[in-house]
């Protein structure tokens, strides 16, 4: 074993984060994304005890979650697909379209109408909105911010001009439909974190903030795993070329793919593979629970 690896648990162990800062190991919340993805108390021991064996200062964090992930797999796919979800995130890309595709299932999902990349007259000029989700009377005008990278911030830049935009929509609304028209809220969807700045002005003017992990215990990552709506690129079974051109014909869902699996040979999917894709799709699939979370 090389001398860098830990035999014994250190609990005061360096990592480095994705944003590139160090931080001190923690046992507890690898746990609690393991538990979180299904996996049974042995297991979480068992891949606990298997990380302490690898991990060496300043280890990035990247690398424990793969250790971690491979572990997982040789135990169950499903629960290793689960564990990867921030990972699948960011392989809704490269384009970002297939993160807004997704966003609009969410909101689908929790009873909303929803429709990606629609033209809305503004008062001053008009606006590509990358989702309108309209309930109960009530317009939900979305904007979608993508990122590839992890440590990547929505800094304030970006309510400031979502706010202009939507104002300018709402200013529009309001003009031609008077008393009829429909109440309305402007949102930022990210699947990275915003700055302080960034939620301070959000909060201040009434915008909806939605990122991984804010609110808390009601941010991204929480709303997919408490719906169990999960995006294909988690999948275990697919390559990246593969999840890419299902992501090319429109397709974002497990669930999808579960209910239609003739998208597998529509997107050449090898006949040998597919029957391994529909069956950890379903095994997603079974976990949906409806969810009004927005």
């Known amino acids: 074993m090389p001398t860098h690896c830990m035999k014994l648990k ?4 360096n990592v480095i984060k994705s944003s590139g800062l160090p931080a001190p190991f923690s046992a507890e919340k690898v746990r609690q994304s393991l538990r979180r993805a299904g996996a049974t108390p042995e297991v979480i021991e068992m891949v606990i005890d298997e990380l302490y064996t690898k991990i060496y200062p300043n280890m990035p964090t990247r ?29 809704l890309g490269p384009s970002g379209f297939p993160f807004e595709q997704y966003i609009a299932e969410l909101f ?70 008077g008393k009829e028209a429909p109440g309305s809220h402007g949102w930022v969807v990210t699947n990275t974190r915003f700055t302080r700045d960034a939620l301070q ?10 990122g991984w992990d804010y609110p808390a215990d009601k941010g991204l990552k929480d709303i997919i795993d408490n719906a169990g709506l999960y995006p294909l690129t988690c999948l275990t079974t697919l390559s990246r070329n593969e999840k890419y051109r299902l992501l090319e014909k429109g397709v974002v869902l497990c669930k999808t793919l579960a209910e239609h699996p003739t998208h597998l040979e529509a997107a050449d999917i090898p006949p040998q593979k597919r029957t391994l894709v529909e069956a950890e799709a379903k095994k997603m699939y079974d976990k949906i629970t409806k969810l009004e979370w927005a």
């Not at 250190?10 to 162990?13: D, Q």
């Not at 793969?66 to 392989?91: D, M, N, T």
């Not at 002005?201 to 939605?210: E, H, P, T």
Request: aromatic content about 10%; glycine content about 6%; overall charge positive.
């Open 108 to 177: 689908l999902h929790a009873g909303f109408s929803a429709s990606t990349n629609q033209i809305m007259n503004g008062h001053c000029v008009r606006h590509e909105i990358d989702v309108l989700a309209v309930k109960n009377k009530q317009y939900h005008i979305v904007e979608c911010k993508y990122h590839q990278q992890a440590g990547t911030r929505c800094d304030v830049k970006i309510p400031l001009y979502v706010q202009s935009r939507f104002k300018d929509v709402e200013w529009e609304l309001m003009a031609m439909m």
């Open 201 to 210: 002005y959000g909060l201040c003017v009434g915008l909806r903030l939605l």
């Open 10 to 13: 250190e609990p005061y162990i």
């Open 63 to 91: 690398m424990i979650f793969r250790i971690a992930s491979v572990l997982l797999k040789k135990y169950s796919r499903p629960v290793a697909a689960r564990y990867r979800l921030k990972q699948g995130i960011f392989e």
